[in-house]
């Protein structure tokens, strides 16, 4: 079965400390990788996406991510965190019937 | 803002009892999806509905059950609830057909406790 792993469960950083969340899914078909974030009390948003071209994406508020095919990995990063990226970040793989395949969330804090 | 938009937003139910939730998808978008999220963890798919019919189901029992209407809006049916379903329930839409439509557009969910 398809599957999505997210390496931390929790993150702690400091303020101006560099980001980065590991993700690795299993599927080896066609690929449609998603990085979603959910802000305290707000919805999933999205922050980035890879279906196919460059392997380095670059999303929104200064995040991108990096896929490498030959370790089915889909890292998210960003060189300098801020108060307001905490919340809960989700790695998704679009599986059959275009459902998303969730990992299990990592938890960011940001301590100024 | 998604233009996803989730009816109600919490909802406390008994055992056995029914329920059912409502999505109203982004203007222009043909297909819903419905997740449920448990505490601590990443949205399950249930199921998807394009042009008014069931489009993939996930691992959940025949007590879930959907309705997508012609203006694209959804409900989401829970029969015979147990306290497992308590859980932050997720609509999705999007644009099927479209290059990378596989891109989901999440509504504010509906938290539903089962007691």
């Known amino acids: 079965a398809q599957s999505v792993s997210q390496h931390n469960h929790h993150v702690i950083l400091s303020e101006a400390a560099s980001l980065e969340l590991g993700c690795n899914y299993s599927y080896g078909g066609t690929v449609n990788l998603f990085w979603y974030v959910q802000y305290p009390g707000q919805h999933l948003q999205l922050l980035l996406k890879?279906?196919?071209?460059?392997?380095l994406v670059k999303g929104i508020k200064g995040f991108e991510a990096e896929f490498i095919k030959s370790k089915f990995s889909f890292n998210l990063r960003k060189p300098s965190v801020q108060w307001s990226d905490t919340a809960e970040y989700f790695c998704a793989h679009a599986g059959g019937y275009n459902k998303l395949i969730f990992g299990a969330g990592t938890r960011l804090a940001v301590h100024p | 803002e998604t233009g996803v938009t989730q009816s109600p937003t919490h909802l406390i139910k008994t055992r056995g009892q029914q329920v059912t939730l409502r999505c109203s998808s982004q203007?222009?978008?043909?297909?819903v999806s419905w997740y449920q999220q448990a505490l601590g963890q990443g949205p399950q798919f249930i199921f998807q509905y394009y042009r008014e019919e069931e489009n993939g189901r996930g691992n959940f029992p025949p007590r879930f059950s959907g309705l997508q209407f012609p203006n694209y809006s959804s409900e989401l049916n829970v029969n015979a609830l147990e306290l497992d379903d308590s859980a932050l329930y997720l609509c999705a839409s999007s644009l099927v057909g479209r290059r990378g439509g596989n891109e989901q557009y999440f509504g504010p969910g509906t938290r539903l406790t089962v007691t």
């Open positions: 203007s222009g978008h043909n297909t």
């Open positions: 890879y279906f196919s071209g460059d392997p």
